[in-house]
């Protein structure tokens, strides 16, 4: 399975932007999906979580109420929607997915990445 994040760029701030993951090689029904993102100098860190059937998500506390995890698995693809972003998002934002079809954060798949720059 290979996953492919696109959408990122460049907004300012208050903006928004929609990234999407798309598998090949498999299906990505199989799997929990997870947005993680990592800003310069600080860790990796998880975003956000969708189960295979999305029916089931959750998300980390600086992103709650401004970002949105959906999937359609019959286009392969996992989306995030990120509104009224800050300085505070900007990073490198990668897709993986998980080895379960809940989200159990252990990773079977990472995507390249994809970058996100959030300045005025």
């Known amino acids: 399975l290979q996953l492919v994040e696109a959408g990122g760029g460049w907004v300012q701030p208050g903006g928004s932007l929609k990234l999407s993951c798309t598998g090949s090689?498999?299906?990505?029904?199989?799997?929990?999906i997870a947005w993680f993102r990592q800003a310069p100098g600080k860790e990796r860190e998880r975003v956000s979580c969708?189960?295979?059937?999305?029916?089931?998500?959750n998300y980390a506390d600086p992103v709650k109420g401004r970002f949105t995890i959906s999937r359609d698995n019959a286009k392969n693809t996992v989306y995030l929607q990120m509104n009224h972003l800050t300085s505070e998002d900007l990073g490198v934002y990668y897709c993986?997915?998980?080895?379960?079809?809940?989200?159990?954060?252990?990773?079977?798949?990472w995507g390249p990445g994809a970058q996100v720059t959030v300045s005025s």
């Open positions: 993986a997915a998980d080895i379960n079809y809940y989200c159990s954060g252990r990773i079977h798949s």
């Open positions: 090689g498999g299906t990505l029904d199989h799997y929990a």
């Open positions: 969708i189960s295979s059937w999305g029916d089931s998500t």
